[in-house]
């Protein structure tokens, strides 16, 4: 079992079993209808999508993140949408393969004794995006200044999402100067990448899109420079803390499961092997990821706004109103996943579920819509690149029997950060 102790994506997943499939849910100052059901999800987030925007919490995250991809809606949107999404395709995304392993090899060969994972994980995928992604070798430096001020700033923008009344939002609070300092020193760092990329040639990098994609932004007040940033910004977050948090629970739920860690490192390719056709190919990690990913999906709720009137089901929901639909929720039905809270990468065996037909959206993991996860092939390549390198040289194991306690804030993470036993393995270790 993959034990949880109270959090509110746990409260939530309650809620929904109790009271069906849509439930005004009356939070003080924030009340929202809560959506666990598979075919009412595909409604809102597929067949009926131009009537859900993003709700307003996006507004505290918008803080940050600007009108970048995530937070921006209509035009600007698509633009952005358009110009970025052939970076993330396929082809491409195997092509930042070489660049992805480079790092991963690096970074876990540092790895060992007890693992501060969140910490570990995080530094992983922040230089693996930039590598790979933006074709930015970053330098230790740089990468100490992203990673603390994006822990203030994610900080801060948690305390907002989860307060009843966002004082924030109208007085300059301690919490709001100590973020408008972090911003900064973020934005610093940004904007010199963003000056010595339009120094360099142009490549395929989302980079040099963005900085192409930036001299033809539609007629909507926006400034090259600031719209850029809020760009990089968005996928510089949305492209390391999500995996970073995707990894740490695989290697939880590998180090608490010994068997699935022997089966998952059945048939992983050796030095020297070529790894496209074991990337192409379904194997027993990508069961692990996918495992790890409905047990604990980074996203767990996906925020929306009806335009218009709507029925959900039996329910009528008034223009205006806000809706959550909960990833995690779904993935947690026992009419759907039997044992739901067991580890069960077997459940995957043939590969994941295809989604959008009658039965509804039953793993949404990357969501699903017009709004569907750009980065997922690139989160499920190095993933599986990043555990076959810890498999390969690690038996890893809890360093403390008992749960590990979530917390469901922007992302569902280990309230504390996890640490890990990494012990070597020998050359001759059997799989
Ligand atoms: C395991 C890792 C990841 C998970 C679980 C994940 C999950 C998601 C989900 C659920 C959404 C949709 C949110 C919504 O509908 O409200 C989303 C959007 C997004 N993700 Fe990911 N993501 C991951 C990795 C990445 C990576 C590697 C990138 C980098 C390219 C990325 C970039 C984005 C962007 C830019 C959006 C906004 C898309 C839009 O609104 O059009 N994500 N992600």
Redesign the pocket.
């Known amino acids: 079992m993959s034990g949880l102790i109270g959090d509110r994506a746990e409260t939530i997943r309650r809620i929904a079993a109790a009271h069906g499939p849509v439930v005004r849910v009356p939070v003080p100052g924030k009340p929202f209808h809560l959506v666990s059901c598979p075919r009412l999800a595909r409604h809102v987030?597929l067949t009926n999508n131009k009537n859900y925007r993003?709700s307003f919490d996006w507004k505290i995250v918008h803080s940050l993140l600007g009108d970048?991809?995530?937070t921006s809606h209509d035009e600007v949107?698509r633009h952005a949408?358009a110009a970025t999404a052939p970076v993330?395709r396929q082809e491409p995304v195997l092509r930042m393969a070489a660049a992805l392993q480079d790092v991963v090899a690096e970074e876990v060969a540092g790895w060992g004794g007890v693992l501060p994972t969140g910490a570990a994980t995080t530094r992983l995928a922040l230089r693996a995006?930039a590598r790979a992604?933006l074709d930015v070798d970053a330098d230790r430096v740089d990468l100490d200044e992203i990673t603390r001020a994006v822990s203030a700033g994610l900080r801060h923008l948690d305390a907002r999402l989860g307060a009843p009344v966002d004082l924030a939002a109208r007085l300059p609070t301690p919490g709001r100067l100590r973020f408008a300092r972090a911003r900064a020193r973020l934005d610093a760092v940004l904007y010199r990448w963003i000056d010595a990329a339009a120094r360099r040639a142009p490549g395929p990098d989302l980079l040099s899109v963005l900085l192409q994609a930036s001299r033809a932004l539609p007629d909507a007040g926006l400034t090259p420079r600031v719209w850029l940033r809020d760009q990089l910004v968005?996928?510089l977050l949305?492209?390391?803390e999500?995996?970073a948090v995707?990894l740490t629970w695989c290697l939880h739920l590998l180090a608490t499961h010994p068997d699935a860690q022997r089966r998952a490192r059945e048939g992983l390719p050796g030095d020297g092997e070529a790894l496209g056709p074991w990337l192409g190919a379904w194997t027993p990690l990508d069961a692990v990821i996918h495992e790890a990913?409905r047990l604990f999906?980074?996203?767990w709720s996906?925020?929306r706004e009806a335009v218009a009137d709507d029925r959900l089901g039996d329910f009528h929901l008034p223009a205006g109103a806000t809706v959550m639909v909960s990833?995690y929720a779904i993935h947690r039905r026992a009419d759907l996943w039997p044992e739901p809270d067991a580890f069960r990468p077997e459940r995957f065996a043939a590969g994941p579920p295809a989604q959008g037909g009658a039965e509804g959206l039953t793993y949404?993991?990357?969501?699903a819509g017009?709004?569907?996860?750009?980065?997922?092939r690139?989160?499920?390549v190095?993933?599986k690149l990043a555990l076959r390198e810890v498999l390969r040289r690690f038996e890893v194991a809890p360093t403390r029997p008992g749960p590990v306690a979530c917390e469901a804030l922007i992302s569902l993470r280990p309230r504390r950060e996890l640490e890990l036993r990494l012990t070597a393995r020998a050359a001759g270790d059997p799989a």
């Open positions: 987030l993003k970048g991809l995530v949107w949408r993330f995006f992604a968005t996928f949305a492209g390391h999500t995996v995707s990913l999906p980074p996203v996906l925020g990833p949404l993991p990357f969501s017009p709004r569907l996860c750009p980065g997922d690139l989160a499920l190095e993933l």
